[in-house]
């Protein structure tokens, strides 16, 4: 089967997923490849960083089950990486 490209909402709604989550998913991903490759690590060396084999940061990286990744693995690798976060509720306008 041929890969097509999908909107960011067409993918949400075929997994069932918030459109909000996903791009923020996304948006965490470009900075975890960005910041990876600014300090010149190979997704082997995160991976050992880590202790998660190499696949699983190239999938990671990839956005390939972006839904299915939790915001935990993402600050977790973000973190390794030397960033810190924290969470902010807002209500919705």
């Keep these: 089967m041929a890969w097509k490209e999908v909107s960011i909402e067409e ?3 075929s997994l069932g997923a918030n459109v909000a989550e996903i791009r923020e998913k996304q ?3 470009g900075l975890i490849v960005n910041t990876r490759k600014e300090k010149k690590l190979s997704q082997t060396d995160l991976a050992k960083k880590l202790k998660l084999s190499q696949v699983r940061i190239a999938q990671t990286e ?3 089950g ?3 990744v939790t915001f935990d693995v993402l600050f977790n690798i973000l973190v390794s990486l030397g960033y810190d976060y924290r969470m902010v509720m807002k209500k919705a306008a």
């Design 66 to 68: 972006t839904a299915k």
């Design 11 to 13: 993918l949400a709604k």
């Design 62 to 64: 990839s956005g390939v």
């Design 27 to 29: 948006r965490l991903v």
